[in-house]
């Protein structure tokens, strides 16, 4: 959603003269924050989710879907509950609900349980929990609960032949009428698009004028290129759109419309114009000498040097052309996207392309995802958990795969993210051309920021960072470490793209406006927020917010991702998980997320040692066996260059049994597969079971044994979100993408011409809503997880207050992080050393076969060590039934 702001915002010319005046109030009040809370302790785990929901509109007569433009209207009648609690502040209601206030005042008072904001396109809804889950373990499962009741608010409010999906991508948008209504023609002011009128929008100034603003500064509309799914019957190159058909559909463009606005911003009163434009470039110029190249010395993990850039000066915004009165504007336009020339093109307007071309922001910014904020105890473990989970970005982006069609055409690729950074990709051609900025505004991130002795900066942070070199000096200056004035510097690269007129009234003693102008417009793939001195959010600490994920079909399945992400941010502090890449691999990670099919195809870059030495030394439990290779392993939570405990006598190859027996670099990393990221990676291909690498689901599983007093219900429903991750990530079950491309090649429409037929987007969404609302299963997608747990029934939010308050007046232990550290660590060395050692009496034959049958049938190892026999699993799998195989778990659990 980013920093929705009220006011009348600036055009883009008129801004200019203040760009600097906000990057230079944005660093004074992230100086000013960083002072006051810098020091701050102990606050408790917030967390939340964040959905975008998409609006689509059913003609059931004549088989078509539409996007759904009310949006606006739809959130102003779910925005009734906040307005009920306008008497008291919202904060003060977040405060008494998650027990941080005694006031009485609150105790009858009511409480929204989901908050609705503005996204960027006007189909699209985001909905958060109406206050943040705390830190206890049964809040996990309120996340499907509060999910369920958001859905069931939406669907109350809808007209009857609309329809609510948690949709990535709506595969025909920009085709022809794809949206209800259908505006008011393409190549509007803003958009300047060919395929989406500015109808789309959504009407909050903000957006409208990103939109233009972003186009105005890069000298040319936004050019996405995708590339296509190549079939048996797909032509070498593709049209840009077909007159009358549904692919394009005919054109509306006002060409004189565009030619006003052209010579309208050449011709304004010349005595002003041309000055104008010269002080533009002119503060531009100095601009750019403030640029520095920000590098780590190998000599030192602290130092950071700034190198002013060589490349020569980069112009600012180019000054528009005039145009001849006569000029083709869709002409122009084509030209400027860097299209064929207008005058090689066929007159019948089948221009063509190679890949899928698209040309405006809302087809990257109406993509839908899922994000979850977690608040950390400190600055610096909001730091940490920030490396940490930006290592697990492209992962997960790849986990959740669900943009499998664009533009009315199959991809070969699965994922949005490099969809949506080519859409505010602001950089001028010169900029592009010289990579300064190398990257979109909306990008992986550049730099690691821990300052803890994990994050090694000579070797992690191995690609130069630009940064603003005066900003990136007051920092230094205000007493901010190295690798956080980095990251903040960099941030200051960029130009604020929407400034209101109202700007120079604010006070950098309490606000983070102008900060949030320029962060919440940098858009990475985790983001560190900083403390809110005003407004709504005051109690809120450090935060690290999670971004990549793509959004799922069903409740269930966000459900289970979100509650995942947030186990796994425990578990890298529980254990003192160490996770760090080279930022250079981190790149080529996200580049792989992107392959088609990456869950089973692709292999990323991971560390073979996961676990601090600071881990280490904390656990006195030394577990050892013998492995098949003729090696002596202990259990133990060790990098190899951290030592080992006063008394071993462990050789350094057996420092370790999550690596293999040969490498001795403490730093190795490898190419794996999200399976054995996820699922583990076996020693050898003859002993699947011993792993050589844990598994993050593995460690999480070992995390929730040791949580003392946790319900059997609770570790029931989270077993369920844990096992159907696993199986997603083994590929046992199909990512959203891979299952939506399927469905389109099977649907009779369907001429292997890599187009999605009207008919075949019909009765997808039409399977998709079934879905989503429990009324089918599909096994090759969720296999026995659904609808098995579909929630029943119209949550309301009192139904959900009461579920709320009736876990919170009940005992549940808490999610703890490294103050759970003492007590995890030998637990889980002796619940691992079970693993092994079972596996270890396991002979050569059954291993193999084991290890042919890993991916579909993960955790067996777990059973063997429990007491649940073969014939048990084969009866739960044959039964289908999930609920009755957790029981045996839980019950073998209890057992021991």
Not at 787 to 800: A, K, M, R
Not at 807 to 830: K, N, T, Y
Request: proline share 5%; with cysteine.
């Amino acid at each position: 959603m980013g920093l929705l702001t009220t006011g009348r915002p600036l055009g883009w010319w008129d801004a200019q003269p203040h760009l600097d005046y906000v990057r230079e109030h944005g660093i004074e009040q992230f100086v000013n924050v960083f002072c006051a809370t810098r020091d701050r302790q102990g606050d408790v785990l917030k967390w939340g989710d964040e959905i975008e929901y998409t609006l689509l509109v059913l003609n059931e007569s004549e088989r078509c879907t539409y996007l759904s433009l009310r949006a606006p209207q739809v959130i102003q009648e779910l925005q009734s509950e906040e307005r009920l609690v306008s008497r008291n502040s919202l904060a003060d209601v977040q405060e008494h609900v998650t027990g941080e206030s005694e006031l009485s005042e609150f105790d009858s008072a009511p409480v929204p349980e989901t908050l609705w904001r503005p996204e960027y396109a006007n189909w699209m809804v985001e909905g958060t929990p109406g206050v943040p889950y705390s830190c206890y373990m049964r809040d996990l499962v309120l996340v499907e609960q509060n999910m369920a009741l958001r859905r069931a608010q939406i669907r109350r409010v809808l007209r009857p032949n609309e329809r609510l999906l948690s949709l990535t991508a709506y595969p025909l948008l920009g085709c022809g009428r794809f949206c209800e209504p259908a505006g008011d023609g393409v190549c509007g002011p803003l958009a300047r698009s060919l395929y989406l009128p500015d109808a789309v929008i959504n009407p909050h100034p903000r957006f409208g004028t990103l939109t233009r603003n972003i186009r105005l500064r890069r000298g040319e509309p936004v050019a996405i290129h995708v590339p296509l799914y190549r079939d048996k019957s797909t032509p070498s190159e593709i049209p840009l759109w077909e007159g009358g058909s549904r692919h394009g559909g005919v054109v509306d463009i006002d060409l004189h419309q565009i030619v006003d606005e052209k010579l309208a911003t050449t011709s304004l009163s010349q005595d002003n114009t041309d000055q104008n434009v010269g002080s533009v470039r002119s503060d531009e110029a100095v601009r750019r000498q403030r640029l520095a190249w920000s590098l780590s010395q190998a000599s030192s993990d602290t130092e950071l040097v700034l190198v002013p850039i060589e490349a020569p000066s980069v112009d600012g915004p180019e000054r528009p052309e005039a145009l001849d009165a006569q000029h083709d504007g869709l002409g122009y336009l084509c030209e400027k996207a860097g299209l064929a020339s207008w005058n090689e093109r066929n007159r019948d307007g089948r221009h063509t392309s190679p890949d899928i071309y698209m040309d405006a922001m809302g087809f990257g910014m109406g993509l839908c995802c899922l994000q979850i904020t977690l608040q950390a105890a400190n600055m610096d473990e909001g730091r940490y958990l920030y490396d940490q989970l930006a290592v697990l970005a492209p992962v997960m982006l790849a986990l959740t795969a669900a943009t499998p069609a664009l533009r009315g055409f199959l991809t070969d690729t699965d994922v949005r993210w490099s969809i949506i950074s080519a859409s505010v990709d602001d950089r001028t051609a010169l900029e592009r051309a010289l990579g300064c900025p190398p990257k979109s505004r909306y990008s992986s991130i550049d730099c690691f920021i821990s300052n803890r002795p994990e994050m090694k900066a000579a070797l992690y942070n191995d690609i130069p960072v630009l940064v603003d070199a005066r900003a990136y000096r007051r920092l230094r200056e205000a007493g901010v470490d190295e690798h956080l004035a980095r990251h903040v510097a960099h941030l200051f690269i960029r130009d604020p793209l929407v400034i209101f007129d109202d700007f120079a009234t604010v006070d950098d003693r309490v606000s983070l406006t102008h900060f949030e102008n320029i962060q919440s417009t940098n858009w990475n793939t985790v983001r560190f927020k900083p403390p809110s001195q005003t407004g709504p959010n005051t109690s809120a600490g450090w935060r690290t917010e999670f971004r990549s994920m793509e959004l799922q079909i069903t409740d269930f399945e966000n459900a289970a991702f979100t509650v995942f992400m947030v186990l796994l941010s425990r578990c890298i502090l529980a254990f003192g998980m160490n996770l760090y890449i080279p930022i250079s691999k981190h790149d080529e990670n996200l580049v792989t997320a992107h392959q088609r099919d990456a869950v089973r195809q692709g292999k990323f870059w991971f560390r073979k040692h996961i676990f601090s030495r600071e881990a280490e030394l904390s656990c006195s439990v030394r577990c050892h066996y013998r492995c098949a290779c003729g090696s002596e392993h202990c259990v133990s939570f060790q990098s190899l260059n951290a030592g080992s405990p006063a008394g071993s006598q462990s050789s350094p190859s057996q420092s370790c049994p999550f690596r293999f027996c040969t490498d001795p670099d403490p730093e190795a990393m490898e190419l794996m597969t999200i399976d054995e990221i996820m699922n583990g990676k076996p020693c050898c291909e003859k002993h699947a079971f011993r792993k050589a690498y844990p598994g993050l689901l593995t460690l999480v599983r070992v995390y929730l044994d040791a949580i003392p007093g946790l319900d059997r219900a609770t570790r029931m429903r989270l077993g369920a979100y844990l096992d159907f991750v696993a199986a997603r990530s083994s590929g046992r079950l199909l990512t959203c993408a891979a299952w939506m491309r399927e469905f389109i090649l099977k649907h009779p429409s369907y001429r292997h011409d890599s187009k999605v037929t009207p008919e075949a987007c019909y009765d997808l969404i039409q399977r998709c809503i079934e879905l989503s609302e429990g009324r089918c299963g599909e096994p090759a997608l969720l296999g026995d997880f659904w609808p098995e747990h579909h929630i029943d029934g119209e949550l309301t939010s009192h139904d959900f207050s009461k579920l709320r308050n009736q876990i919170h007046e009940e005992d549940s232990p808490q999610l703890r992080g490294e103050s759970f550290r003492e007590e995890l660590l030998p637990a889980a060395a002796s619940r691992i050393l079970e693993t092994v050692s079972i596996s270890a009496r396991t002979h050569a034959g059954v291993a193999e076969h084991h290890h042919d049958q890993h991916a579909r049938h993960r955790g067996c190892d777990y059973h063997q060590a429990h007491g649940v026999d073969e014939r048990q699993r084969r009866h739960h799998r044959g039964a289908g039934a999930l609920g009755r195989f957790q029981e045996a778990r839980h019950q073998a659990d209890q057992h021991l």
